[in-house]
């Protein structure tokens, strides 16, 4: 059962913008360093924003990330309908000492 | 350019033990800033993480709860692979498996192309 809380669902048009929101509870999230990943069917996961909000070299800047409180978010502007993907956040559960990931969001471009 | 190539039976038998291997290729798995990890995805449960392990002057590891009574993840120096062992499978662990590094910092940057293990009889 994940502890990150994520919507199933978004969707937009081509050229607008989605966000993804992540939540955990008790401030789970917002003292802690959060990943985001795409993935696309038949293909590895990638990631796409690590330590909340800083993006690997060769991710556009269309995708962007942050944290605070409760909840961090994934931004993507100028939506293609190659963004089509599911999009999943992750952070280390000290806790835990494990990972964990959200449920997993399916972004589709109308 | 780090790459992860792994290998490993399709097909496992309820009641018997998944073994995956992955080479490491570009990065040590004696790496002091970097873990390997094994990840699984499968349409019911979406990603979930199942466990790694690193060297820091020695060697660790870590598991998700729900699977720790049966997994092992192991390195090999000799090899420059990490392993996977998970016993006394059911068709609940049929998923896509990955190997993953971590670098220094909570995050993923590198994955192999992922395994389809089926557990079936």
Same mark, same amino acid.
Request: aromatic share 0%; charged share 15%.
């Given at each position: %059962?994940?502890?990150l809380t994520q919507p199933p669902s978004v969707s937009a =048009? /081509? &050229? %607008?913008?989605v966000t993804i929101s992540c939540s955990g509870s008790d401030s789970y999230i917002g003292n802690k360093f959060v990943s985001w990943y795409q993935?696309? /069917?038949g293909t590895a996961p990638k990631l796409l924003i690590y330590d909340n909000n800083k993006r690997p070299s060769g991710i556009p800047d269309r995708f962007s990330g942050s944290n605070? &409180?409760?909840s =961090?978010?994934?931004g993507i502007t100028g939506l293609q309908t190659g963004d089509e993907a599911d999009y999943y956040c992750a952070t280390w559960?000290?806790?835990l000492s494990a990972y964990v990931f959200g449920a997993g969001t399916k972004v589709t471009v109308v | 350019q780090i790459q992860l190539q792994q290998s490993g039976p399709r097909l496992v038998k309820p009641s018997q033990t998944l073994s995956l291997t992955c080479v490491i290729s570009g990065d040590s798995v004696s790496s002091d800033r970097a873990a390997w990890n094994w990840i699984r995805q +499968?349409? +019911?449960r979406g990603l979930e993480w199942l466990g790694r392990t690193y060297y820091r002057s020695k060697w660790y590891n870590d598991y998700e709860l729900s699977v720790k009574s049966r997994i092992t993840v192991n390195p090999d120096t000799s090899k420059n692979h990490v392993s996977l062992h998970l016993i006394s499978v059911t068709p609940e662990d049929t998923a896509i498996y990955y190997c993953v590094r971590e670098p220094v910092g909570a995050h993923f940057d590198h994955w192999g192309?992922?395994?389809?293990v089926t557990v079936s009889s």
């Open positions: %059962q994940s502890v =048009a /081509p &050229g %607008q913008k993935h696309l /069917p605070s &409180g409760t =961090a978010t994934l559960d000290r806790s | +499968s349409p +019911s192309e992922g395994t389809l």
